[in-house]
């Protein structure tokens, strides 16, 4: 009895240990290529004037890219915003072909996220008066700034990813 015990315990591990390593290589997956699919798909959003004029307010109010739009009209920023998101998309994208190129756009998400976090601090609407206000959300923009912490973390994620794929390259 004590041996039959003994000689399935290193079974249930290895199972174990396969599953486990099978749904970190399965979050891997998903935490980078859901990122990609998030940057391309609200990129290719950014050309329309609905996406355009929805960011408005949140750059409008901020004290830290308000004054983009005395440089650009609130669409041609979008559109560079967009062009911007597209690109860190294909560049987080390319982690199989490039280490360097994945990590670049990771850090680029990650800066990008800190961005759109900021707009939780300057933004009128974020905190949800009816409430109380702070710490209370409103849906909009409030609830949809907040996923950004998120989006923050697994750029991160990715970033530090692909520059351990990079270090393991040079050894």
Partial sequence: MIRTATATMPLERDTDTTLSERLQTLGTFMTRYGLVVVFAWIGAMKFSAYEANGIQPLVANSP???????????????????????????????????TRISAAGSALAAVLFLGTLSFMLSTPPVWEASLGGFPALSVAPGQFLLKDLALLGASIWTLGEALTGMSHKSR
């Fill in 64 to 98: 830290l890219m308000s004054w983009l739009y005395n440089i650009f009209s609130v669409q041609a920023f979008s559109n560079l915003l967009g062009v911007l998101e597209i690109a860190i998309a294909v560049m987080i994208a390319a982690r199989p072909i490039s």
